[in-house]
């Protein structure tokens, strides 16, 4: 799946993802490439059996997308 464009019915956004089939899944990593408004990066935190991330309150009711890198 080298360069493939994925459009969503929203057509402000526009992803594309790159990847390679070397065969070591460990070391495969994707490219994404996303328009958007505003971007924070942030480390997750544990919460119970699950994962936690806390935004910003006025993201409240927003899409969002998050890409562990």
Known sequence: M????IQTP???E??????SNNGD???NKVK???????MIEKRVKSSGNSGR???PPNWVGHKVKIIRI
Not at 2 to 5: H, L, S
């Open 2 to 5: 080298p360069n493939e464009k």
């Open 53 to 55: 991330v806390y935004l």
């Open 25 to 27: 899944a460990s070391k």
């Open 32 to 38: 994404f490439e996303i328009y958007g408004e505003e």
């Open 14 to 19: 526009e992803t594309t993802v790159e990847a």
């Open 10 to 12: 929203n057509k402000d």
